[in-house]
């Protein structure tokens, strides 16, 4: 998966601790960040590592740990129903 800056994602799995993205990093307990929390990501790092922001702090996240969240997901439910109701006004 690819990730850019200002992307919206989300943890795919809780963590056993988290990475402040610090210039001194510290290692944070992970109660920090809800499972179903959405962050933005704010930096790419090298090591395939991102810094992302949640509500409370910055921390660095492997890639691969993250799951891209859609920027509204009612508009896709809304262009689908918007298509139902097309289909059904042409017959």
């Known amino acids: 998966m690819s990730v850019s800056i200002g992307d919206q994602v989300r943890l795919v799995r809780p963590q056993t601790f988290l990475k402040t993205a610090d210039p001194m990093p510290m290692l944070r307990p992970p109660d920090l960040v809800a499972h179903?929390?959405?962050?933005?990501?704010?930096?790419?790092?090298?090591?395939?590592?991102?810094?992302?922001?949640?509500a409370r702090g910055t921390f660095l996240l492997s890639i691969e740990q993250?799951?891209?969240?859609?920027?509204?997901?009612?508009n896709?439910?809304?262009?689908d129903a918007s298509s139902d109701s097309d289909a059904s006004s042409e017959t």
């Open 76 to 79: 896709a439910s809304d262009q």
């Open 66 to 74: 993250l799951t891209l969240v859609s920027e509204n997901p009612n």
């Open 36 to 54: 179903n929390e959405i962050g933005r990501v704010m930096a790419l790092q090298p090591a395939e590592t991102a810094a992302v922001r949640f």
